[in-house]
């Protein structure tokens, strides 16, 4: 299976996402941001990083990007989506998932080892993890408070739409403790964390990471 792997200036975790991927056993496939072709992938990673240097807001630029433009006709037709922190504020930027991504809470970068919840394991992105299980992944940003407003975070928690949950102290003040989110369909999903860094025993706090690119082979095969 061909995961596609987007590069922005300024992107920094694309080469540790495509390792991933090769790791879980697929194929991966570096996309250009100025390439409007997605080459026939299967699914799409959009990786951390500060893309476009973060001006303005963190992922406004990139949203705008020629890329994007097949990415979010393909995702909303049903393409699997992973936004990986810079990627999850892309995606909000992009209307395919709500609310936005704003300051930490204290102003400050945050990088740790974070505990999270698997709360909905019927996503593309998250097959191989079950209900309530806890995982650790690294967490590095300044940019990951997820807010939204009182309605929509009712309805996303109504909807089963919370996908992960922070446990053991929120590191950036999200709204109820998320850590990430999906669209209605389940093919999208964002989180602020690092699934890439926790892949295996040598790096990272955990291998707690792979699941989610094993998830989209077995997503993708049962297709």
């Excluded at 991927?21 to 570096?30: E, N, S």
Aim: glycine letters at 12%; proline letters at 6%.
């Amino acid at each position: 299976m061909r995961i596609g792997v987007v590069t922005f200036p300024g992107t920094l975790d694309d080469l540790d996402a495509q390792r991933a991927v090769r790791a879980a056993g697929g194929a991966p496939v570096p996309l250009w941001h100025a390439d409007a072709d997605l080459h026939g992938v299967d699914a799409v990673v959009l990786p951390g990083g500060f893309s476009y240097g973060d001006y303005l807001r963190a992922g406004a630029i990139a949203r705008f990007a020629p890329v994007m433009t097949p990415i979010i006709e393909a995702a909303r037709g049903g393409l699997p989506v992973l936004g990986i922190c810079n990627g999850f504020q892309v995606l909000c930027e992009s209307h395919l998932l709500p609310g936005a991504l704003s300051r930490n809470a204290g102003r400050q970068f945050v990088c740790r080892d974070q505990r999270l919840r698997v709360e909905n394991v019927e996503t593309a992105w998250t097959r191989d993890f079950t209900a309530g299980q806890e995982i650790v992944i690294v967490l590095k940003n300044g940019e990951g408070c997820f807010v939204a407003d009182p309605e929509t975070v009712a309805r996303i928690e109504g909807e089963g739409r919370v996908v992960f949950r922070y446990v053991g102290g929120n590191p950036n003040g999200s709204y109820a403790d998320i850590a990430g989110i999906c669209n209605e369909r389940g093919n999208v999903v964002g989180l602020m964390p690092h699934p890439e860094h926790c892949i295996d025993d040598l790096f990272g706090p955990s291998r707690d990471g792979i699941a989610f690119f094993t998830s989209i082979l077995h997503t993708l095969v049962s297709a």
